[in-house]
């Protein structure tokens, strides 16, 4: 990864991993994640997640951006994932969701520079993530930072199919 270390810190933010006293503010920001998505959301679904974030066992780890007081501004979720063709794990990018006042100011910019540095310190030789097609203002950022792949991506759905 280049040197972005040059990127102006926003005045009164800290990029710090995700602590248990984050869980009310991190539900709220999942929340607008999900809807931003157009995602069904539930108690469900945030326990299980929130759940996996807290536990040091479980792959999935998360960052935020939070200001001085105590609120979360953005988030981060990411993991490590088995890269066959290299025999070794790689970085994906869940999510990564910057409230829309907070837009356009570096913050999804240093999210992932922290994400890839936790990767940098795993061991991991690339970050992998996708985003709609239709998410022109995340788009512009990536495309800022690196290029897209050529790859297609397909979901199957396996509810769909039935029993075997």
Sequence with gaps: MNSRAEQPVVEGTEIRDLMPEDRQEWESLYRHYAEFYREPMN???????WSWLMDAQHPLQGKVVAAVN??????AHYRPFPEPLLGKDAGFLDDLFVLPE??????????????????QEQGWPFLRWITAQG???????????????????YDLSLNDLGDA
């Design 135 to 153: 998410n022109a203002q995340a788009r512009c950022l990536y495309d800022g930072l690196t290029q897209a792949t050529a790859w297609v991506t």
């Design 43 to 49: 108690e469900n679904i945030l326990g299980r997640t």
């Design 70 to 75: 105590g609120k979360l501004l953005a988030l």
């Design 102 to 119: 907070q837009r356009g100011g570096g913050l999804g910019r240093r999210l992932i520079d922290a994400v890839a540095q936790a990767g």
